[in-house]
Structures are given as C-alpha cells and as structure tokens.
C-alpha cells in the first residue's frame, strides 16, 4: 500500500515510525512533514488544508490510503473533499466527516450530543453576545472556580479557568464582544470545573466497532509542579496506574460504548479516531472533551506501546472490519519528554541549530517545529522535539526520556524535569 500522512508535528512524525514498520506499507508520504519525517517516508512540501494540492499528490502517488493527523482539515472538510471527488473518493481517508469531526470543532455540540446520550460530563450551558446577560445570570449562581470555552478550535487556548465571578464576567465579555479567541469564541460553554485527575483515551472506530488504545496522561503546563501557563503538551506517560481494569470498564461502558453507540443512533459517519479527555473524580469517570484525532504528545508514547501492525488496524478502519484485526499493547512504559522553545508559549526563539539528535542512548526523538537549512536542522516551533522511551518500569521510562531529552541541545531549549512524577 502507498499510504499519506497529512501533518507535520510530533504525532505524524510516530505514525510515520511505526508505519513504516509495516510489511504492508510500501510507499509512505508525509505532507508537509518537518526535519525529521523524511527518515521513515517522503516529505512532500503541501499544507494540511490544501486539498486541491493533497488530491494531486494522492493521483501522482497511487495513494491507497491517507491518515489525518491534526483536527483542522477535518473540521474543515478533507474526508468529504474525498468522498464527493470521483477521482479520489476510493481512497479510504481516517479521519471523521466533518459532521463527526464537531465533536472537536464545537464545544456546544460535544456537550448536547453527551447529554443526549447520557454520557457523564461537567454540567454547563452555551451562550452567545445576544444572550451575554443570561451569561451573567448563570455565572452568579455557578460554583468557583468556572470553566468558560471557545466553542470553536482555538488552536488549544479556548480554555479559561477563572477563580472569581469578577474575573468570569470579565472574561465573557472579551470572549463574546471582543472576539477574543476569534470567529472560535462567538459562543462560550460555560461549564462546572471538575476536582480530579486528568487522563487522555483513545478509541479507533471503523463507525460500528472499536479498539480501545493504551491510555495516556499528559502534562499541559510549562513550568515544573504543573506551574505556569498552558502549553500543547510538555510530556506524556503510559500506562496511567490509576487506569486500573476496574476503572476502564466504566469509561468503556459509561463513555465509549454510548459514544460510537450515539454516533450510529444520529447517523453520523465515523471513520477514524475518538480522543476522549477524562476527568477521574473520586474514580469515576467524566468527559471533559472530545478531539476528533490523536493527541500530541500522547500519540509519540501510545504509539511505542503497540506492538501490532498498525497499518493492519488503519484498513480495519477502512474497510469497516476493525473488530477482526487484532490489537497487542506491550506491558511496558513509555514516556515523552518535550523539548520547546525559548519563550513558548508565548512569543519564542527561531532558528537555532539543533545538534545532539544521535546522541539518545535509550529514546526516539520524534520531531515536531523543525526544518533543515542546508545540512542542519534549526528549530521553527514551539514545541520542537519530543523524546520517547520505553522501558520495563514507569522510573526507567521517565529517567531515560529525561536524560536523553538532556543530550540535544539548541539555544534557547526548555523541557520539564518533572514529568509522570506525580505518578510515581
């Protein structure tokens, strides 16, 4: 099979590793890719959302299969790009529709479809500027501290957690009449704030059966002890202990289940991946939001973790026969350390030379913002490169990821010491 990856960070860099382990994979392309993809497959210099461009690229190469990595040309419309195009609507695209992909694309319809579906999530309601007032209303009689959401993609920054009223009612304002968060904010969920720990779930579904994959915590803030601003991911472990069997037969009966359940119910295509954000309170399991991809940097750690064909489990996707395809997840752990850019999150460094890339004695370094200049590879992202390692233990994962993560270097560099040890 000659199969496309449409992305170009730490993710599709892991989809990339392990596809290219397949027998079954005989030409990969990776679109646009970065410094690091062109060692597993052919980078090829084409955006996301260009679908016109991924349409030619897909008839030059005899694709048979393309996987999309992040949520914005689903949300957009790729796989319906495909679907209504008699050139290339047989070639199999993983990754939702985009009425499916809303379950990322629109916070108010993710917390309408659970709440039809019964599914256990933060109690909230949506609000729009001709409703601000109401807003207010709401925000008076809500619990301290309050969540508010952009309910479009936000590019992972649509999420405030405010500690006073004063501080909420301020927010709404800048969110609803100021569009502080772009077109992605002219609706807010305004949502209970859940006390608990968080953890990531993946689910492949070929629209009637599923796979659940290794679960993953991931660590969002940029300073160690989880201090300072968000971030898209400083690290990431699996397995999670406190997902014990117990635990993960709620989320399966009370989220997963009724999930891909709902989505047959309502008549939604789904073809792809589920990311299922969990909130364990006191054990029991609460959605906090779907994505309607793989998450980044989990994908780089559930991808060390399964040991089975993986391009064997994207056909039973395809092809709608996923409950014949056999998945294996090793017992050991992973762990992803990242290695971002001076100044991420906010305004960062660019253009610096990395070296030290063959120096890891025990990792993978999956590479996220980065691009060759000649013969080096400087730095374009904020979050440059993600270290991975699996090992026996949750201690020798974490110390191997964290050493290695030690042995690059590029001015400027940040990457949290700290990772998993709230696990340990």
């Known amino acids: 099979m000659n199969i496309l990856i449409l992305g170009s960070g730490g993710r599709e860099s892991a989809f990339a590793w392990k596809i290219a382990q397949s027998p079954k994979c005989d030409k990969l392309f990776i679109a646009p890719g970065n410094a690091g993809t062109s060692q597993y497959g052919t980078t090829v210099n084409i955006g996301v959302n260009d679908f016109e461009g991924i349409k030619q690229l897909c008839l030059d190469q005899h694709i048979d299969l393309v996987l999309v990595g992040p949520e914005e040309p689903l949300v957009k419309g790729v796989h319906d790009f495909f679907l209504a195009d008699d050139a290339i ?12 992909a809303q379950l990322e694309g629109s916070k108010d319809f993710s917390k309408q479809f659970m709440q039809r579906h019964g599914i256990p999530t933060a109690a909230s309601r949506t609000f729009t500027r001709d409703t601000l007032q109401e807003g207010f209303e709401y925000l008076a009689t809500a619990g301290l501290p309050i969540v508010l959401k952009a309910d479009g993609l936000a590019a992972g920054k649509g999420v405030l957690i405010c500690l006073s009223l004063q501080e909420a009612q301020q927010e709404l304002i800048e969110m609803l009449n100021e569009a502080k968060f772009g077109d992605a904010s002219s609706k807010v969920v305004i949502e209970q704030f859940l006390q608990g720990i968080e953890l990531s779930v993946f689910v492949m579904t070929d629209g009637n059966s599923y796979k659940i994959l290794p679960e993953a915590k991931d660590y ?30 709620k989320v399966e009966d009370r989220i997963v289940i009724p999930t891909v359940e709902g989505l047959k ?62 998945l294996v997840i090793s017992p050991k752990t992973a762990a992803t350390v990242v290695c971002v850019a001076g100044g991420y999150p906010g305004e960062y460094m660019k253009g610096q030379v990395i070296t030290g890339l063959d120096n890891m004695r025990g990792s993978l370094v999956f590479q996220a ?56």
């Open 369 to 424: 913002g980065t691009a060759t200049q000649g013969d080096e590879v400087i730095a374009t992202g904020g979050r440059v490169l993600m270290v991975t390692s699996l090992q026996d233990t949750m201690f020798e994962a974490l110390q191997q990821a964290t050493a290695d993560a030690s042995r690059i270097y590029y001015d400027g560099k940040v990457f949290r010491k700290d990772i998993g040890f709230d696990l340990l």
């Open 265 to 326: 119910k309502e008549g939604i295509p789904y073809k792809g991946f589920i990311f299922i954000g969990l909130m364990n309170c006191d054990g029991e399991p609460y959605t906090i939001e779907y994505n309607a991809r793989m998450g980044d940097p989990e994908t780089e750690s559930v991808m060390r973790r399964i040991d089975s064909d993986f391009v064997d489990l994207l056909q039973g996707v395809a092809e709608g026969n996923l409950h014949e395809k056999e």
């Open 89 to 100: 609507k047989h070639i199999p695209v993983i990754g939702p529709q985009a009425e499916g």
């Open 220 to 249: 969002k803030r940029i300073g160690e002890g989880d201090t300072g601003l968000n971030t898209g991911g400083m690290g990431s472990v699996s397995p999670v202990p406190f997902a014990d069997a117990a635990f993960m037969k």
